[in-house]
């Protein structure tokens, strides 16, 4: 939803500080990548490599991290965890 993205950036440019934002955006890290909201957060996304959501074994979970502190960031799925039908993804 794009106007809930507006604010969340708002605040977090607001607040002036390194940020982590996780979520299931329902939609893949490339198709966020086109709303061109992550560069406008001066951020980049965080995603595991291999799909988390079955079936479809899409990635529609990650992380956004600003770009000053996203060098130490690596996302990893949880693997063998009884939950469906995401799979669980961690920083």
């Not at 809930?4 to 966020?32: E, H, Q, Y």
């Not at 079955?54 to 529609?60: F, G, K, S, Y």
């Not at 990650?62 to 995401?86: D, K, L, M, T, W």
Request: hydrophobic fraction near 45%.
């Amino acid at each position: 939803n794009w106007a809930i993205l507006t604010r969340v950036g708002a605040r977090l440019k607001a607040a002036g500080m390194p940020f982590i934002v996780g979520g299931d955006w329902n939609c893949t890290p490339s198709d966020l990548v086109k709303t061109s909201w992550v560069d406008a957060l001066d951020a980049v996304i965080v995603a595991p490599t291999e799909g988390i959501c079955r079936p479809a074994m899409r990635c529609i979970d990650y992380f956004v991290v600003s770009r000053q502190i996203a060098g130490q960031a690596r996302a990893e799925v949880v693997q063998n965890v009884p939950i469906s039908p995401h799979l669980p993804v961690r920083l």
